[in-house]
């Protein structure tokens, strides 16, 4: 079973969908790219849901933001050169309109966590996934 921790990321998408009939844009960012392949064909059978983009680093992932202006981005925590924890930091604090969404099967960790964080601070992570991807 998955559990889902996503604060207000769902509220945030619905009023995406509800102001156009434009897709929700998405960009991947995951080391493997088996991983990646997997995910895009899931979203891609959704409707309102378009992948626009797949990094395998922090570092391209946020070139990649910078070019596409996502409404969110699917990232991983273990990546090569930049993780994507510093990633998301990067992003809340260059890019805070994009929402990043982080699958780990350990839990949430402190640094996305709003109890954690200085109530004038965003945290890095808008939603979290929590379980088994198998």
């Not at 849901?49 to 395998?56: D, H, N, R, T």
């Not at 949430?108 to 996934?129: D, E, F, I, V």
Request: hydrophobic share 40%; aromatic share 2%.
């Amino acid at each position: 079973m998955v559990s889902v921790e996503m604060e207000d990321t769902f509220t945030g998408i619905q009023k995406v969908m509800n102001k156009s009939a434009k897709p929700i844009h998405v960009i991947l960012a995951d080391d493997h790219t088996l991983v990646r392949a997997g995910i895009r064909a899931l979203l891609e059978k959704l409707p309102g849901v378009k992948v626009i983009g797949e990094a395998g680093d922090g570092r391209e992932v946020l070139n990649l933001v910078k070019a596409q202006r996502p409404d969110v981005v699917l990232m991983d925590i273990a990546m090569p050169g930049l993780n994507g924890l510093e990633a998301a930091e990067r992003m809340a604090r260059d890019f805070p309109k994009v929402r990043v969404i982080m699958p780990s099967n350990r839990g949430l960790p402190a640094t996305c966590s709003r109890r954690r964080q200085p109530p004038n601070l965003k945290p890095p992570c808008t939603g979290w996934l929590t379980g088994k991807f198998i």
